[in-house]
């Protein structure tokens, strides 16, 4: 089974307007952590956000915030007033077990392609 | 602020040619880590490393190697190289205590012909 699944392989937005890229996953660990990556077309990782298994607040940086719904088992990205250097693919990712543990690594989802109209 | 480097950015390898990736990072960072990335998917781990002289396999460490003489620099070798080992691969490091956030460098464009 997947454990990082993004349904939207592409996904257009209006410039200004707000945009949410889909994100589940699947763990039994009770102690992990969700990252959302931007990688534009120049190829960089850029870390965008960071919410724990165990955050009672969802996350927010800036213009990004985090839709944590445990239950779930989703946490969406949500970008407000997109721009158009916000086009980009973007990953979610996430770390089974505590950060303490290096072997603790990264499982990324397939991606979304997101483009923003002028 | 060099955070994590990588060295070369771009490679064409005959079948059956040898390399070393290399990447280094500024950041005394304990954790690090080599992914590869195949067109249109996300990353996959080859190998990582908790710390100088310590490596393990990840997901996908079949034909490759990896060394960790330094906390600064962690190599990945291709021996024999092959068709398949065509992707972008990249390097990263964090924190071993509250290291959430991982740093990448700007990825190795290898193509194996």
């Known amino acids: 089974a997947q454990k990082i699944t993004q349904t939207q392989p592409g996904m257009f937005v209006q410039e200004k307007e707000a945009v949410t890229l889909d994100c589940t996953y699947d763990t039994s660990d009770p102690s992990y952590g969700l990252f959302w990556y931007k990688q534009p077309s120049s190829g960089e990782m850029i870390f965008l956000i960071y919410q724990g298994s165990y955050d009672q607040q969802n996350a927010t940086e800036g213009r990004y915030s985090l839709n944590f719904q445990k239950a779930r088992k989703s946490a969406n990205l949500v970008i407000s007033a997109s721009q158009l250097g916000d086009s980009a693919m973007y990953f979610c990712?996430?770390?089974?077990?505590?950060?303490?543990?290096?072997?603790?690594?990264?499982?990324f989802g397939g991606g979304t392609r997101l483009m923003v109209k002028p | 602020n060099a955070g994590v480097t990588q060295t070369p950015k771009f490679r064409i390898l005959k079948i059956g040619q040898s390399m070393t990736l290399q990447c280094t990072q500024d950041m005394n960072h304990n954790y690090m880590y080599w992914y590869r990335q195949d067109p249109g998917m996300g990353l996959k781990l080859i190998y990582y490393s908790v710390g100088a002289g310590i490596t393990d396999k990840g997901e996908v460490p079949n034909g490759y190697n990896v060394s960790r003489s330094t906390t600064e620099d962690f190599p990945l070798r291709l021996e024999l190289a092959a068709p398949s080992q065509t992707s972008v691969y990249f390097c990263a490091s964090r924190q071993q205590v509250s290291g959430n956030t991982i740093y990448f460098g700007e990825g190795s464009w290898l193509t194996v012909v």
């Open positions: 990712a996430m770390r089974e077990g505590r950060a303490s543990n290096a072997g603790n690594m990264l499982t």
